[in-house]
Nanobody, 121 residues
Framework: QVHLVESGGGLVQPGGSLRLSCVAS????????MAWYRQTPEAQRELVAM???????NYADFVKGRFTISRDDAQKTVFLQMNDLQPEDTAVYYC???????????????WGQGTQVTVSS
């Protein structure tokens, strides 16, 4: 079994910052892509940022210059540093990892349970 646990969400004022973390545990052989998605009740889940195993990154246009994704493979952790947060960033943020488990050939997609980020004055 593989488990992803997010932390770092909360309430912040406009212009503030938060840092999300997501740690993977279980019978993990290797982690390929890591990413953060977000979802509001009114919209589908959307990609925020992705980082590949070579540390190349991809960001949604609405977060470029404000958010930074990074990873620590030794700790099986992905981070999302969020600066200059705005009310429209309010959402549940989910981490995603593409993981090859021990004894399983094909990588599988794994998701965290989500962490709420609320930006409000």
């Amino acid at each position: 079994q593989v488990h992803l646990v997010e932390s770092g969400g909360g309430l912040v004022q406009p212009g503030g910052s938060l840092r999300l973390s997501c740690v993977a545990s279980g019978n993990i052989l290797r982690i390929f892509k890591m990413a953060w998605y977000r979802q509001t009740p009114e919209a589908q889940r959307e990609l925020v940022a992705m980082i590949d195993s070579d540390e190349s990154t991809n960001y949604a246009d609405f977060v470029k210059g404000r958010f930074t994704i990074s990873r620590d493979d030794a700790q099986k952790t992905v981070f999302l540093q969020m600066n200059d947060l705005q009310p429209e960033d309010t959402a549940v943020y989910y981490c995603y990892m593409q993981i090859r488990r021990i004894g399983v050939f094909d990588p599988r997609n794994h998701w965290g349970q989500g962490t709420q980020v609320t930006v409000s004055s």
